[in-house]
Structures are given as C-alpha cells and as structure tokens.
C-alpha cells in the first residue's frame, strides 16, 4: 500500500463519517472492513458514494451472477489489478454452471474464441475488453451483446459493471491497495 490505511476500526469520526463508516460496515457484513474500504475512508464523503455506487453495482441489477462477474473480472485482469482478480475469480468460478473450462477462456489476456464460454458469456467478455483496452466500443461488438439476448436494461447494467471495475482496478493499482500488485496469479506470469 502507498499510504497507510485508516485504522479498523477507524475511530475519531465525526458524527457524519460515522454514519459513512456504519453505512459501508452494514454492506461488508460478516466480512468486515477490507482494504480497500480502509484506504477509502481516508476520504468519507468519497467512500459514501463509492458504496453506495458498488453497491447498486454488485446487488440491485438483474444481471445472473456469471455475466456480472465476468463485468467485473476482465477489467481486473486486463488492468493488472490481482486484488480484485483473487476476490472475484472465486465468485465467478462459483456460478451456476461456470466450470474451470470457462475460466480458462475467461483468464486469457487476448482469447481468440469463446472456447466453453456461452454466446452471451463471450459476447460479454468481448464487450468488457472493448471499453477497457479501447474506451470506445465497435458498433459490431455492440450488436453481438444485442444478438445474445440482453435487453437494454442488462446491456446499461453490463457497462456500468464494466465501466465501475475499471475505476475500481485503477484505484487498486494505482495505490497497491493489498499489497496486490506483484501478486498476479501463475497463469498471468
């Protein structure tokens, strides 16, 4: 970590970033604090919209857990960002039936077909590389999302998943938050 973490738990908040603290404790649950929350909390008001941003993200859209999942695992993977990757990777593997087949293809920096992924798990993958190597995402990948079935509220859940996760794996890195960044998994060395 580049600055040091806010102490768990933090103490001497006013009343107002109490509120903030008990806000992000309520949505960790049993899990607690992690890392990330306690580099966070260094900014309250910014860890308040965060949560309440991540939270919406991972827990009130319509997406099955396998896409959001994948949303989320490809930044990680193509930004480097390993805390996230070892947090979420498990989730993904967990999903009603994704088999270590699909994280194969999922693991992959640059897969060249879809390999056990289905039509709507690799349309994903390849949406989520495009808005995070490219920014901007071909009109025929665009298609391929609309082709797989999702409706336009899962196609504006898919992006801000994707879009989320690269400003969280950017913020991961950027600050090494769980001393991550030389932790990359052996398939990536």
Not at 52 to 81: F, H, Q, W
């Amino acid at each position: 970590m580049r600055l040091d973490y806010v102490p768990n738990p933090p103490t001497n908040l006013a009343p107002e970033d109490q509120e903030v603290l008990e806000r992000v404790k309520a949505r960790r649950g049993a899990m607690g604090l992690i890392a990330l929350d306690l580099t966070l909390l260094h900014a309250p008001k910014i860890a308040d919209g965060w949560n309440a941003l991540l939270g919406a993200v991972r827990t009130k859209n319509s997406l099955p857990d396998d896409i959001r999942e994948i949303a989320i695992c490809r930044p990680a993977l193509i930004n480097r960002a390993w805390y996230e990757w070892h947090a979420h990777a498990p989730i993904l593997l967990k999903s009603a039936g994704f088999t270590e087949e699909k994280l194969a293809v999922v693991q992959q920096l640059h897969p060249t077909s879809k390999g056990a992924l289905d039509d709507r798990q690799w349309a994903v993958l390849r949406y989520a590389d495009a808005m995070t190597r490219d920014v901007s995402v071909p009109q025929s990948v665009l298609d391929e999302v609309k082709a797989a079935g999702f409706s336009n509220q899962e196609i504006v859940e898919i992006t801000v998943t994707v879009a989320s996760y690269n400003m969280v794996s950017r913020f991961l890195v950027a600050l090494d938050i769980g001393e991550a960044n030389d932790k990359a998994p052996a398939f990536a060395k």
